[in-house]
């Protein structure tokens, strides 16, 4: 196998949370979707990292944004992730099919998922088909001690947009 092969089926064996990332651009659209690829990337000052596909409307709402959401997505969470993991927002509304309400910034906090923190965008990186986008923590809510739905319950979803 060559290494990109090999790579790949390294990455695919590998279970990780899923998190459902929203936010809203200057001009108040809101955009939202599931994503695997996220991970802290610093302890002191504290940063995470999203990747977002530049296939999607999040992306695409995000290059207008200041800040994302970041919700943790709970083991019995499968209708969000099937909803923002499986629609696009080019075609469905999502935030009219789930309960949400405002939160720091101005952004949309998914009701159903009560775990999540709100953190303003520090850089973007483009190095390949996903924009890495650096996080600053803002704000955060911790309300529920729960198990997280992770990547190989979650790869059955077909992505709204192909990767
Ligand atoms: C298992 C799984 C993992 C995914 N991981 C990512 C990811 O890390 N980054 C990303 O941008 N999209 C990811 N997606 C794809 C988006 O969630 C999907 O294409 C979504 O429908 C895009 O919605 P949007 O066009 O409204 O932004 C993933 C989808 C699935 C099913």
């Not at 596909?53 to 970041?70: F, I």
């Not at 973007?124 to 924009?131: A, F, L, N, S, Y």
Request: net charge negative.
């Amino acid at each position: 196998m060559n290494a990109e092969k090999t790579f790949t089926s390294l990455m695919g064996e590998l279970d990780y949370p899923m998190f459902i990332v929203t936010t809203v651009g200057a001009d108040g659209e809101r955009a939202g979707c599931m994503i695997g690829f996220a991970t802290q990337i610093s302890i002191d000052p504290p940063r995470f990292l999203v990747g977002l596909s530049e296939k999607n409307r999040t992306y695409r709402v995000a290059r207008r944004a200041e800040h994302l959401a970041v919700h943790f997505i709970p083991a019995d969470g499968e209708d969000m992730a099937e909803l923002f993991g499986s629609e696009t927002g080019d075609d469905v509304d999502k935030f009219a099919q789930c309960a949400w309400h405002e939160g720091p910034a101005g952004l949309p906090i998914l009701d159903d998922l009560p775990n999540w923190f709100a953190g303003r965008i520090l850089e973007r990186v483009e190095r390949g088909d996903h924009q890495a986008i650096f996080l600053e923590p803002i704000a955060a809510e911790r309300e529920a001690d729960e198990q997280e739905l992770t990547f190989h319950r979650a790869k059955r979803i077909e992505p709204g947009h192909a990767p």
